[in-house]
C-alpha cells in the first residue's frame, strides 16, 4: 500500500480505502473506554461524525464490548442517541473547535490511524479522538441539529 500503482487505485475508486484502518479505530476507542473511570464508563456513548467511523464502531467494536455508534449521518441518525442518553462522549471525527463548541468539558484522548499508514478520509481529516460530556445544549436540542447526509 502506498505504493504508485495504489495511489492510482485508490484515486480511480475511492472504495479501495474506505474500511482500512476499521479494526484499529475499534481498537482505539476500546483502550480509550478502557482508560476511563468507572463513572464515565457507566453511561457511555462513541459519537461518529461519518458513516465509516460509525460502521466501524458497529462491525468492529462488540469484540471490545462497545456500545453500538451514535450518529447523525444518513440513517443512523433514526437511531437516536439512547434511552438513558450518554453522559460520557467519545467523540470521532470532529475538530477539536467543534468538539469544544458541542460537548462540555473536551480533552484529547487519542488519533485515528491505520496499520498500514494509508491516508485515509478519518486519518487526514479530524483524526484526533476525544473524550467530552453531554452536549452542551441538551440532547433533544443537539439531536435536532446533528441530522445530515453523506
Known amino acids: 500500500m502506498n505504493s504508485r500503482w ?8 475511492e472504495t479501495y480505502i474506505g474500511e482500512i484502518g476499521w479494526p484499529e479505530l475499534a481498537q482505539e476507542v ?16 462513541i459519537l461518529a461524525t461519518s458513516y465509516g467511523e460509525a460502521g466501524a464502531i458497529d462491525l468492529f467494536g462488540p469484540q471490545y464490548g462497545l456500545p453500538r455508534a451514535v450518529s447523525g449521518i444518513n440513517s443512523f441518525w433514526q437511531r ?5 442518553a450518554p453522559r460520557t462522549l467519545i467523540v470521532v471525527g470532529q475538530s477539536r473547535q467543534l468538539a469544544d463548541e458541542n460537548f462540555e468539558g473536551c480533552r484529547l484522548a487519542g ?5 498500514y499508514g494509508v491516508k485515509t478520509e478519518e486519518t487526514i481529516w ?6 467530552c460530556g453531554p452536549p452542551r445544549q441538551g440532547w433533544p436540542e443537539f439531536w ?5 447526509y453523506g
Open 30 to 45: 476500546g483502550r480509550i473506554r478502557d482508560s476511563l473511570v468507572p463513572e464515565e464508563r457507566a453511561h457511555l456513548g
Open 6 to 13: 495504489w495511489e492510482k487505485a485508490s484515486a480511480l475508486q
Open 111 to 115: 488519533r485515528i490511524w491505520n496499520r
Open 80 to 84: 437516536g442517541y439512547g434511552d438513558p
Open 126 to 131: 479530524n483524526p484526533d479522538i476525544f473524550v
Open 144 to 148: 435536532k441539529r446533528f441530522r445530515y
